[in-house]
Nanobody, 116 residues
């Protein structure tokens, strides 16, 4: 059974940092592209960042450019989202997603709250 387990969320003050982790079991991360998404209460889920499975190309939404970094370690089977200079608007539940052309898997979500 494939499972994606997320960790690293929590409460942080504006300007602080968090690193989210997403560890896969039952699947080889080398074959998958990774995306990080977030969803705030009453809002639609939105993409934050993505990284290709093949050439390592990355994509970042404008609201996180220069602050967030996506990465993955295929040997460990873990994807990461390093979040710096956090703002209150970053408050949301963050979800990892692994996908190929034919399959995809979601993490359970981890809460990130940015507040004074």
């Amino acid at each position: 059974q494939v499972q994606l387990v997320e960790s690293g969320g929590g409460l942080v003050e504006p300007g602080g940092s968090l690193r989210l982790s997403c560890t896969a079991s039952g699947v080889s991360l080398r074959d998958y592209a990774v995306g990080w998404f977030r969803q705030a209460p009453g809002k639609e889920r939105e993409v934050v960042a993505c990284i290709s499975n093949s050439d390592g190309r990355t994509f970042y939404e404008d609201f996180v450019v220069g602050r967030f970094t996506i990465a993955k370690d295929n040997t460990k089977g873990t994807a990461y989202l390093q979040m710096n200079s956090l703002k209150p608007g970053d408050t949301a539940v963050y979800y990892c997603n692994f996908r190929t052309d034919s399959t995809e898997y979601w993490g359970q979500g981890t809460q990130v709250t940015v507040s004074s």
